[in-house]
């Protein structure tokens, strides 16, 4: 009996369960890549949030509960005061930025508006001049001292208060206005394209003037799409830094993002600089969901009986007056600013003018082959702006394999990580990743390790929308048979997918380094001595008032963008800037 017993014991310890072996067999060592997607999404994503909402109800010494930190972060006038300036701060932008891009969509969609091509180099213009260098550029134009638009009002009316003061609530208004008004275009373009023209034509038919039913009939059509684009435009302002920073603390206007950073001075407070930042957070995640809601709806879509056709409408003599306003923002936002930059780049000195005298090429040479400090920032921006790029895109690529092919039950688990940063502020983010990872034991705070993880967490909702509209482009047939000829899985994403989306990752890659190279949000909080980025150094330099030196590494940071914004229109195609989520 003992001796069967003990033979039993030792063949049901040897040989195991037929079914575990099947699996087993069954199980190629790729899949195990798919569960490393969420550990490295949970670090990514859900720690430096986690983090951040724990530390928020954290006592600093000790690390007990506490409500103390919300109680300081809300009991002082001047930090709700700066609440209150950043939401004003956003309807205002959100309203010029109408103000600015629906009659540019409008003469470009639906009327014979010549030069078409001149309204969307001032958007895509618009685009590639980040808010921080526009408000330089425009510091330059409109400053109270030496500004030249102040200087000639000065010497044609001989008066001593300036024209326009930058340093002021408008200015900051305006400045981000002028970079974020792209967003209510394309959007507005984008409606205004979807609906025919019939009932515009109707309206004509019985006798409604062209204004009269571009603004009872075509607006109201289109107005889920522009409100879609002002909630955009909201939220971007009010998370912004660069421009509040440069403008706003000269000025003494307190705003939610100057006050986060603020809170990173002396005395550091961390734990109130977290309960701060929750509303923020809240705002945003509230008004993405009605964002979203809102454009998903169908009631204002027209349907008729066959498909719809556009037609452009003659609007005689006010063609040119539209393409004048489509100039005249373009001035704003791309031309001024941007050859202002380039003439004080050149500039001995800005307020000696534009003389021969006063041209010299110092400040390049300072940059290039003198001033290590600079040298370095330059290296870092796009050394990091690069593997971050890899890394985002790597991990959005494997996602959307996986939610397209369906390989494990939580795909859609990962892929909502994925798009989660989309509704997390980049200064929120930022501040989420030093409270997970800047404290020991990792103590990674001014290493290239924290800032290249933020920035692909940041950028990840760009690579993972690239990714996942290139996967539902691929059959999926091509790597069955593959997989009946012999092949892995590994074999197939190699020498099928790679192939087919080489386009496709080369503009997702570029469209998270364009804007990783001039990343200020999230860089401030996180750069050290030996990590600085052309974009933080530029804000230092700013506030030195070493504004010639900023305008020759601004000019950089134009001249690599516009290559690369270049370079992405002419191997992937016209569609290229607008492959991202928002």
């Known amino acids: 009996m003992t001796d069967n017993t003990t033979q039993y014991s030792r063949t049901a310890t040897v040989e195991p369960p037929a079914g575990l072996i099947r699996r087993l067999r069954n199980l190629e060592p790729v899949n195990l890549l798919w569960f490393a997607l969420f550990a490295i999404l949970i670090v990514l994503v859900v720690?430096?949030?986690?983090?951040?909402?724990?530390?928020?109800?954290?006592?600093?010494?000790?690390?007990?509960?506490?409500l103390d930190n919300y109680a300081e972060a809300y009991g002082r006038w001047r930090y709700l005061e700066a609440l209150i300036n950043s939401c004003l701060l956003g309807i205002c932008t959100a309203a010029l930025c109408v103000v600015f891009a629906v009659p540019m969509a409008w003469a470009v969609s639906r009327t014979n508006m010549p030069a078409k091509w001149f309204a969307w180099a001032s958007v895509?213009?618009?685009?590639?001049?980040?808010?921080?260098?526009?408000?330089?550029?425009?510091?330059?134009?409109?400053?109270?001292?030496?500004?030249?638009?102040?200087?000639?009002?000065?010497?044609?009316?001989?008066a001593e208060a300036p024209l326009f003061d930058i340093y002021s609530f408008f200015g900051m208004v305006l400045m981000i206005a002028l970079n974020a008004f792209p967003f209510i275009f394309l959007f507005t373009k984008a409606g205004l394209d979807m609906i025919s023209s019939e009932m515009e034509e109707a309206a004509s038919i019985l006798g409604a003037s062209t204004w009269y039913t571009s603004i009872k009939i075509t607006l109201p059509l289109v107005w889920p799409s522009i409100l879609g684009g002002i909630i955009i435009v909201f939220l971007e302002s009010i998370a912004l830094f660069g421009v509040p920073a440069i403008l706003g603390i000269p000025a003494r206007i307190n705003l939610v993002t100057t006050q986060l950073f603020q809170f990173f001075g002396y005395p550091f407070k961390m734990e109130v600089a977290a309960a701060y930042s929750m509303p923020l957070l809240l705002i945003t995640i509230c008004l993405i969901w009605v964002q979203r809601l809102m454009l998903n709806r169908k009631g204002f879509v027209t349907q008729t009986g066959k498909g719809g056709e556009r037609r452009e409408i003659d609007v005689g003599r006010w063609k040119w007056a539209l393409l004048a306003w489509c100039g005249f923002v373009g001035a704003l936002a791309m031309y001024l600013p941007g050859y202002t930059m380039v003439v004080a780049s050149?500039?001995?000195?800005?307020?000696?003018?534009?003389?021969?005298?006063?041209?010299?090429?110092?400040?390049?040479?300072?940059?290039?082959?003198v001033q290590k400090l600079t040298q370095e920032a330059i290296f870092n921006s796009f050394f990091f702006a690069g593997v971050a790029g890899i890394g985002a895109l790597t991990i959005a690529l494997c996602v959307a394999y996986v939610v397209s092919r369906k390989l494990v039950p939580f795909a859609n688990v990962l892929a909502f990580l994925c798009m989660a940063p989309f509704v997390?502020?980049?200064?929120?983010?930022?501040?989420?990743?030093?409270a997970a990872y800047a404290p020991p034991p990792l103590a990674l705070y001014g290493t290239s390790g924290i800032i290249i993880l933020a920035f692909m967490a940041r950028f990840l909702p760009i690579s993972y929308g690239t990714a996942a509209a290139g996967m539902r482009s691929i059959n999926p047939e091509m790597e069955e048979a593959v997989r009946v000829l012999g092949g892995s899985r590994l074999v197939a994403i190699r020498h099928v997918v790679a192939p087919l989306l080489k386009k496709t990752l080369f503009?997702?890659?570029?469209?998270?380094?364009?804007p990783a190279t001039r990343e200020l949000s999230a860089a401030i909080f996180l750069v050290g001595p030996e990590t600085r980025v052309m974009s933080v150094l530029i804000f230092d330099m700013t506030e030195e008032g070493r504004f010639e030196a900023v305008a020759a590494l601004g000019c950089i940071i134009l001249v690599t963008t516009t290559f690369l914004v270049w370079l992405g229109f002419k191997l992937v195609g016209r569609d290229f800037m607008m492959r991202t989520p928002r």
Request: hydrophobic share 50%; glycine share 16%.
């Open 47 to 66: 720690g430096p949030i986690g983090f951040l909402l724990a530390v928020s109800f954290q006592e600093g010494g000790n690390g007990a509960f506490t």
């Open 507 to 514: 503009a997702g890659f570029l469209l998270v380094v364009i």
């Open 124 to 158: 895509l213009g618009a685009f590639i001049l980040p808010p921080y260098l526009t408000s330089i550029g425009w510091i330059l134009i409109a400053g109270p001292n030496s500004g030249w638009l102040n200087e000639g009002w000065r010497w044609l009316t001989g």
């Open 424 to 434: 997390i502020p980049g200064i929120v983010l930022a501040i989420g990743f030093y």
């Open 346 to 369: 050149f500039s001995e000195a800005w307020g000696k003018g534009l003389t021969a005298e006063n041209l010299t090429l110092q400040h390049y040479y300072d940059i290039f082959f």
